[in-house]
């Protein structure tokens, strides 16, 4: 059997309290177990990347550009896809069910498509109000909650 | 002066109300000389297609599949890319601006990928209220309102 | 009844001799009603879009950025695909059959992805010799080929 | 500092022999710690990601389509790209080098994509003959070229 992927999607530069928050996200991931996904870059990205390896879990960055050293230094595996915004729908498409942590519109761009491709989306600290997706309060519950939609 | 590249973005199955008001706005952007750019399936895409062609303008459409015949019938020109979900934003990118008519996740995402690629979205009857989109009453203000932004 | 896509394929910068060729390539495939698809930057793919622009075709390109102004000046339509490379692989897929006018690297890289594809694929003045494609001496020769293959 | 990404492409079916000869391939490249990238399938891919577990090594696979269950059991981490033919332009931007292994015509389109990219290729068993690729006798030298490259 294969590893859950799950992704955690927000913006490129985050404050420290949205950074602790992935950070939780991605060490909860690794605790059970599954494949942390994620874009590769900074902020939130980088922050739950960082959580996961805190845990000794794996991480994947799919990447917008061609640049292995765009990735951040948690990022133990990277997709180069160099396909700018398209790597979203590579994002979304590769995992069983994404997570999504505030975030401006390519984060929103993830959770429609996550949303019409029919795979579950937890939204922590959102500005969006969409519906079909689901909304958590602490990165316990949001991992909680994902983890019972795969 | 190359010709000037129009999105309208919307479900592939709608009523006839709607496909009236798509049709409108194929119409006028037809008569302004754009290139109408959209999906090239039905619904919504055909209807705007439809409305183009009836004006004797020139559309383009964008297919999630490979396959030509896909194509709704008003489509000229057909990119076949193969590529499912991520053809929405090759849609995205091809245009100078776009009008969203309606429209469920899969529109969303076309929305949201604008915004972040700072291009101009017009709404029309649109259940999603999103920050940065301008929302028009029908389609003559719609094509109105896009021609203003570029 | 739709139009037929004919691309042509071929490197960025070329010698005049080439050039002369990607002209008369377009201007043929232009008096025959078919799209001329190209990927829209300068040398043969310019020269292609030329002849098909002198006898009063329609041209498309595919780009592999997202700046409208990197089409060559003979480019009615650009989709912008941002995507790099894969790019190449839209062009083709969006082609009923292709000439390929020498060449380098990116031109081998499509006449694979046709091959791979089923697609007809004839190659013109080129470096590369594999099976499943069909040579052509001349301009006339290519495009009367291509025409028999669809 | 991260692990290296070395690719090994090859036919999504394939006999015995070099069944046996891409599971070596693996097995070299897990056994120095790199990564193996490859698509995912059946055939050459399969044999290479069986390789590569046999030593402990990880695996990542860019599949063509949307469903997981479509990567072979050796595959520990699977990048879903639903882009088709793209997907092998994926490949090929993430490795810093890659391994062809005989191939039709799909591994000859992500050698010309390696090429252009300015990647290097070796290949094993190949019946292409490419200026600007590396020929290797069997899957020992393979490796140590291909790690000799990077």
């Known amino acids: 059997m294969f590893k859950s ?7 490129g530069a985050c404050d420290e309290g949205l950074s602790r928050i ?4 991605g060490k909860e991931i690794a605790k059970r177990g599954a494949l942390l996904v994620c874009g590769g ?3 939130v990205m980088e922050a739950a990347a960082h959580g996961a390896k805190e845990e000794g879990g794996t991480t994947l960055g799919i990447l917008p550009g ?9 990022v133990d595996i990277a997709v180069l896809s160099a396909m700018g915004h398209a790597r979203n729908v590579l994002i979304v498409q590769s995992c069983d069910a994404l997570i999504a942590i505030d975030g401006e519109y390519g984060t929103l761009s993830e959770i429609a498509h996550a949303l019409k491709m029919g ?11 969409i519906k079909g997706t689901h909304v958590a309060h602490d990165p316990a519950e949001a991992v909680e909650m994902v983890f019972g939609f795969i």
Not at 5 to 11: D, F, K, P, R, S
Not at 22 to 25: M, N, P
Not at 66 to 74: G, I, K
């Open 22 to 25: 992935a950070e939780s996200v």
């Open 66 to 74: 061609s640049n292995r050293n765009d990735a951040n230094m948690y």
């Open 5 to 11: 992927q799950i992704g955690v999607i927000g913006a």
């Open 119 to 129: 795979k579950p989306v937890v939204l922590l600290e959102s500005q969006w109000e």
């Open 41 to 43: 870059l900074g902020g």
